[in-house]
C-alpha cells in the first residue's frame, strides 16, 4: 500500500501563487507515474499534471502556469502554481500509480479569490 500526505493548499487571491507537496509512504518502490487531479465544487476529478520517468503531462488549461516535480530521493511530488484563476478553485487531490493500482490523497483545498 502507498500513502499518499498533501499539504500547501489554502486561499489566494487572483494573480498569486501556491505550491503543493505530496509525500508518498509506505511500499514506495516501483512507483511509475505521480500527478495530481482536482475536483471543483460539482464537478467530475480532472487531470492537472503527472510526471512518469521525468515526462510531463499538463491539462491544457494550467499549459504555462503550473509545473509539476518530482525529488526520489524526498519521495515527494511538487505542484507550483502560478498566476491562478478563480477556475483553479478545487480540492487537489496527489496520485500515484504503482502495478497497475492508483492511490490517492486526501486532498487540499485551493480557493482563488476573484
Known amino acids: 500500500q502507498v500513502q499518499l500526505v498533501e499539504s500547501g493548499g489554502g486561499l489566494v487571491q487572483a494573480g498569486g501563487s501556491l505550491r503543493l507537496s505530496c509525500v508518498a509512504s509506505g511500499s514506495i518502490f516501483s512507483i511509475s507515474a505521480m500527478g495530481w487531479y482536482r475536483q471543483a465544487p460539482g464537478k467530475q476529478r480532472e487531470l492537472v499534471a503527472t510526471?512518469?520517468?521525468?515526462?510531463?503531462n499538463y491539462a491544457d488549461s494550467v499549459k504555462g502556469r503550473f509545473t509539476i516535480s518530482r525529488d526520489n530521493v524526498k519521495n515527494t511530488v511538487y505542484l507550483q502554481m502560478n498566476t491562478l484563476k478563480p477556475e483553479d478553485t478545487g480540492v487537489y487531490y496527489c496520485n500515484a500509480l504503482q502495478w497497475g493500482m492508483q492511490f490517492w490523497g486526501q486532498g487540499t483545498q485551493v480557493t482563488v479569490s476573484s
Open positions: 510526471t512518469n520517468s521525468g515526462s510531463t
